[in-house]
Nanobody, 115 residues
Framework: QVRLVESGGGLVQPEGSLRLSCAAS????????MNWYRQAPGKERELVAV???????KYADFVKGRFTISRDSAKNTVYLQMNSLKPEDTAVYYC?????????WGQGTQVTVSS
């Protein structure tokens, strides 16, 4: 069964850090890359970061310089290191493949940034 399982979220104070993990039940190199998305209450889901198979990365402007996407190929796991977190980063964070496969959306992991 194809699955993506996100973990690592939680409650953190502004300027704090979290590292999210996305464990895939398949070889992540089957696709062009892997994405992290997020969805805040009442808002559309938005792309946060992408890591392509060749290792190149892209970030949304609102996380550049603060978030880093990486992967462990042997574990088929993708990470999102989030530093200098802001209250506006509060959202449910999801991973998916690049290109996105709708059937692969998981439960996500909640990140709450609040003092």
């Amino acid at each position: 069964q194809v699955r993506l399982v996100e973990s690592g979220g939680g409650l953190v104070q502004p300027e704090g850090s979290l590292r999210l993990s996305c464990a895939a039940s398949f070889n992540i190199f089957r696709f062009n890359g892997m994405n992290w998305y997020r969805q805040a209450p009442g808002k559309e889901r938005e792309l946060v970061a992408v890591i392509f198979n060749g290792g190149s990365t892209k970030y949304a402007d609102f996380v550049k310089g603060r978030f880093t996407i990486s992967r462990d190929s042997a574990k088929n796991t993708v990470y999102l290191q989030m530093n200098s977190l802001k209250p506006e980063d509060t959202a449910v964070y999801y991973c998916n493949t690049q290109p996105v496969v709708s059937a692969y959306w998981g439960q996500g992991t909640q990140v709450t940034v609040s003092s």
